[in-house]
């Protein structure tokens, strides 16, 4: 039977289309798996992380060594959070009551707020949350380093600190420790004669609060 050259030609066409798509279709399952895995990725990086911090459970304390013992002492949170951007630059503030600060001795407490911190003139204490360096895993622990401005007594310092975070669920956890060198800030060296104190405290909080994740626009 004769075949024309318009059926030849329809013939080649098909040939050709079935080798292309059977060199084509394992090249597409090889790819499949990454463009699932960036599809998985985008949302996550697109997030923005609200830390909410609840004053009922969280802790600020403080400790001063002194030439006989070492003051402990405590402080309130009144409120925080912080907010993170993808890239890691955050806004938001914690603020802690200067005029909460106590040791659990009357007489020392009464010095500390009226010489040292005057907190009848400056009664917050406010951290400014700037940068976060490091990576938060949507759950479980993370370590990163957190940069900010602390406002003390009337002046702005820039400190870098080391956090421990852990998140389960829609919840937080977070503790960092950092120094804070008050004498070289411009407080009161509270040493006498007879005592004498360091000029460094050391600050810890416990914090814990709600852990919120927010679509950024695109």
């Known amino acids: 039977m004769a075949i024309s050259e318009t059926g030849v030609a329809g013939l080649m066409i098909r040939n050709m289309d ?21 599809l998985a990725v985008l949302p996550a990086r697109a997030q923005q992380m609200v830390l909410e911090l609840d004053p ?19 402080l309130k949170l009144e409120q925080g959070r912080i907010e993170i951007d993808p890239a890691g630059q955050c806004a938001g503030q914690v603020v802690v009551s200067a005029l909460s600060a106590g040791t659990g001795n009357d007489g020392r407490d009464n010095k500390m707020h009226r010489e ?12 400014t949350p700037t940068q976060v360096e490091g990576p938060i895993a949507p759950q479980g622990n993370s370590r990163v380093q957190l940069r900010g401005t602390l406002s003390l007594h009337g002046r702005e310092q820039e400190i870098v600190t080391p956090v421990e975070i852990q998140i389960a669920g829609d919840e937080w956890t977070g ?20 005592l004498r104190v360091k000029d460094t405290v050391n600050l810890t909080v416990h914090a814990a609060g709600r852990l919120t994740l927010v679509h950024s626009p695109p």
């Open 18 to 38: 079935m080798k292309v798509r059977g060199r084509t279709r394992p090249r597409l399952l090889l790819l499949a798996p990454v463009v699932f895995l960036g």
């Open 175 to 194: 503790e960092t420790t950092f120094p804070a060198p008050y004498v070289k800030w411009g407080l009161k060296d509270p040493s006498t004669f007879f």
């Open 56 to 74: 009922a459970k969280t802790r600020v304390e403080f400790t001063l060594g002194a030439t006989l013992h070492t003051v402990h002492g405590t």
């Open 116 to 127: 040292i911190l005057e907190s009848q003139k400056y009664p917050e204490i406010i951290f």
